[in-house]
């Protein structure tokens, strides 16, 4: 081992309080220098592929990449038939992966598991949804391939990060579509486009071939038109995958028997006072007509409960922190099986080493990671405390209720250029983000409009109980048909 190396882990081992003497180093020398010449045969060298497709030019700016005519893999299957698009930052063999970012590129070679498992069911994908850039922000105004265009007002932000999922199922150019939610990046754009989208409890669906944003709460989750579709395609993702350590082996029964006709015998609701009480007025009205409606029509029964956001809401802007530590790591997240990717690895590399994020993803991130680092993991902990005492919580809260209605947003989807960074943020994040700390199933459906913008409700159940919130979704449907 040359000098330079033995100087180095020296430095290495004295930082991290190892010992250094020369007999412990020469022994440490030896397996190093054994071990390193081992690793041309275990690491898989990163390939440079071509995509098969082109960049869409459909209406809405909705789709990046897609292929020439829609990718099938199968005729049969609970899903036969149903077209959908893919958040660009799933893996899908062949296309173009960009995270929303123009340079940021690699093409994978493998599907990601969830596109595997729909293609098996029988859908078939026509490629690549637009977002915001590496996931990052909740209203769908930054990707750098340029806004989507809300198909329900073109002067309405569609919400993000998975905001060409939520357009492209509401300018029905698919039937449903894949979006991930980090902070409510799949129920936003969902509610402001006025469609469905079901965040399911954390590590309920695989994420490999998935690029993370903050791993302890990304989900993968469907929009769709219908609660019913969406049930569906999440059933046909979730459960347990090798190439995903982290995900669940929790089985949690069908997600859509008892959908077609709804029933809400011995279900209770628990209408959120807090939630409400944060919120718009034009928004908080049909929610309130939607817990009476619920009680009145199908002998739901509804009590009032309050949920203390106080504590929580303060660590919602430590969320992102996790991001500066992946990015750190390459892609790399231990222990959990969705960065092991030496193409993805090789991206991220090039794109840290030869270019800038941008300002809107830097002042987003930076805050979270400096601190993280500044206090050597504090702020972390006090994340990771508070959502766990929320958890807390809504577990003695749900000893007394089924599920939590709350609104989606606290505010009618937004006009571009009115939400800040993080200056009136919460007015469309707010009701979202502590539900992702809590890790638990959270599903938006539309249940009125005010001048043609729609209004949202969310139903929230305890974790691993999605089929509680799907079907609380559904009746909300059924009464607002």
């Not at 010449?37 to 700016?61: H, I, K, P």
Request: charged fraction near 25%; glycine fraction near 10%; include cysteine.
């Amino acid at each position: 081992m040359s000098q330079d190396r033995t100087d180095g882990l020296v430095s290495f081992g004295t930082e991290l309080s190892f010992t250094t003497d020369e007999e412990t180093l020469q022994s440490v020398r030896e397996t190093t220098e054994n071990a390193e010449a081992q690793l041309d045969n275990l690491v898989v060298d990163a390939e440079t592929n071509e995509s098969v497709g082109s960049f869409s030019d459909d209406e809405y700016n909705a789709l990046l990449d897609v292929y020439d005519e829609p990718r099938r893999e199968s005729d049969t299957g609970p899903l036969a038939g149903l077209r959908f698009a893919v958040k660009d930052c799933i893996a899908v063999e062949g296309l173009r992966m960009t995270c929303g970012v123009e340079d940021f590129s690699y093409v994978p070679s493998t599907d990601a598991v969830v596109v595997e498992r729909l293609l098996s069911a029988g859908a078939e994908t026509v490629g690549k949804a637009n977002m915001e850039p590496f996931a990052f922000g909740p209203t769908g105004e930054h990707s750098e391939y340029g806004p989507p265009t809300n198909p329900v007002d073109a002067d309405r932000v569609p919400g993000g990060s998975s905001s060409g999922s939520g357009v492209a199922v509401a300018g029905g150019l698919v039937d449903f579509a894949l979006g991930t939610d980090t902070g409510g990046s799949v129920r936003l754009p969902a509610a402001c486009c006025g469609v469905v989208g079901i965040k399911p409890t954390h590590s309920l669906v695989p994420r490999h071939g998935f690029v993370d944003l903050v791993p302890w709460t990304d989900t993968i989750g469907p929009i769709a038109r219908d609660v019913q579709t969406a049930a569906a395609v999440l059933e046909t993702m979730a459960g347990h995958d090798f190439r995903d350590p982290a995900s669940s082996h929790v089985d949690v029964g069908s997600l859509t028997d008892g959908l077609e006709e709804p029933d809400g015998s011995g279900l209770t609701v628990g209408v959120t006072e807090s939630f409400l009480e944060s919120s718009d007025d034009e928004v908080v009205e049909p929610i309130a007509d939607v817990a009476d409606g619920l009680a009145d029509e199908f002998d739901v029964t509804v009590e009032r409960v309050t949920v203390d956001l106080s504590e929580i809401s303060k660590v919602y802007p430590l969320l992102v922190g996790d991001f500066g530590w992946l990015i750190r790591q390459r892609g790399v997240i231990r222990g959990e099986g969705t960065g092991y990717d030496e193409e993805l690895r090789a991206a991220i590399a090039d794109y840290v080493e030869n270019h800038e994020f941008n300002e809107y993803v830097t002042s987003r991130a930076l805050p979270a990671a400096f601190l993280d680092e500044d206090t050597e993991g504090r702020s972390y902990v006090a994340l990771r405390r508070k959502a766990i005492e929320f958890q807390q919580q809504l577990a003695e809260i749900f000893a007394d209720v089924d599920v939590l209605l709350t609104p989606t947003t606290r505010i009618l989807p937004p006009e571009y250029e009115t939400i800040g960074v993080y200056k009136k943020s919460l007015g469309v994040t707010g009701n979202t983000v502590p539900f992702s700390l809590a890790q638990t199933p959270a599903v938006t459906v539309p249940v009125d409009d005010v001048d043609g913008i729609p209004v949202s409700a969310q139903v929230v159940a305890p974790q691993f109980e999605d089929a509680l919130a799907i079907r609380g979704a559904r009746l909300i449907e059924e009464l607002t048909a």
